[in-house]
């Protein structure tokens, strides 16, 4: 009940919540890569397009051109190293100072 909030129900809301954005992040991952909305094998760009702004913008709260540009970066050169700038390799691999994936990635 709303007037006598327990740890449970916090608990159980953080959960459903947590399973919402994991659910949300999935299908906005099929949607960009134009899985969803398809006739006879061809995808329905605006379609897919108009989705992925639903479940990327409103339900996980990212810019879904923002990770359509990251993730096909990411597909063009996967678990590769970038340097300088980091534009030249992985940015889904690109988590410095907080985690090193290699020695000479902790090194540089």
Not at 88 to 108: F, H, Q, R, V, Y
Request: a negative charge; proline letters at 5%; charged letters at 10%.
């Amino acid at each position: 009940c709303a007037s006598y909030p327990t740890a449970l129900g916090f608990v159980t809301g953080a959960v459903l919540l947590g399973l919402f954005w994991q659910q949300s992040g999935w299908l906005c991952h099929d949607i960009s890569h134009n899985q969803m909305a398809q006739e006879d094998g061809q995808p329905f760009s605006w379609w897919n397009t108009t989705l992925g702004l639903i479940t990327g913008n409103l339900s996980q709260g990212f810019s879904v051109k923002w990770w359509k540009d990251k993730h096909n970066r990411h597909h063009a050169v996967p678990n590769v190293h970038g340097s300088g700038n980091g534009l030249n390799g992985d940015p889904d691999i690109d988590t410095m100072p907080l985690l090193a994936w290699s020695i000479k990635m902790a090194e540089t």
